[in-house]
């Protein structure tokens, strides 16, 4: 679609805000505006999500979280336009000049999401029945996992000529089996010491942290943007999808990673129930155990090289994920031992 074209497309939409489009430019979901009132950015998002949406900024605003993108009302008091069978919202257009390091930037957008987390964080009712319900049904899919590995690295020994990617699952089923192992502890530990609360805490999640959602302005202040999928959940649910991204590398100590943990908790700290359940989702070694069923369930010919490929990008990410979990861990202990020191010393002196 030319400028014009798509210029006559969003006018009658750009109407409801007294907005006459000059030029746009085509950045997929986003269409940058100028016009006669300044630059705008131009965001098309299906209708289904619009209502939460809207609420969900709403109800941040009122509780004095302003680190979202302005989304600007129509001249009749609507934050959407449903044109053609989609919504469009209006927002001012970020310049997004900021050079700061990488690691800076995320640190400034950890803070803001602990800031948002804290601002909107409830207590809300939880039944016991349904809790038991999910710990059942989720320690039924650990075990289930923990079959898969054990049949299939039965399967392959009993070959005399392993294929390549069976030679290495081969190599890396301790490993696999020893961090399911762990996400089930955890996940255990984590229902003896939940099981009898009566209420959880709850946050506005934002549902698709990225760098890439988190711009600044001019003046260096950072915004979010992409709420659609925002929701009331765990904080987890924000912080896991982040992290184990990061964790998608060549196998390093990514220290960067745990720092940006632990700049969170400093705004926002976890509960321990909380930091229970988090190590056991991130050490839960999913994607590495649906590499080798997928491989197992595809008939022949099988692309080898394709496979094997994947399945090392996953072990990667495993034991990248491994040193995480660890380190976390052993940060966790040194504290709790500091603090039982601390609290001898103090009825020591008593």
Known sequence: ?????????????????????????????????????????LKKIPPALGTDFIRHVHYLYQRGFNRIVPIYPTMDGRYAVLHDNNLYYLMPWMANDQREDHQYKSQQLFRELARLHTLSSKEIEVNKEERAEHYEKTLQLLDKNQEFLDGYIDNCEKKTYMSPFELLFCLYYNEISQALRF???????????????????????????????????????????NFENARYGSPIHDLLPYVSRTLNTSPKRNDDAISLVYHYFKYFPFKQEEKLLFNSYLAYPIPIIQMAEKYYRKPRPKNELKYVRQLQNRYWHLKNTEYIVMRMTEIENQQKAAQEAAQQAKEGAQ
């Open 1 to 41: 679609m030319n400028d014009s074209n798509r210029q006559e497309t969003l006018t009658p939409i750009l109407e409801n805000y007294q907005v006459e489009p000059y030029f746009v430019e085509d950045f997929g979901g986003i269409q940058k505006i100028y016009s006669n009132k300044g630059t705008f950015a």
């Open 183 to 225: 996400s089930k502890a955890k996940f255990e530990e984590w229902y003896e010491s939940t099981k009898e609360n009566e209420k959880a805490r709850m946050v506005v999640v934002h549902g698709k942290l990225s760098s890439d959602h988190f711009l600044y302005d001019e003046r260096g202040y950072g915004y979010f943007i």
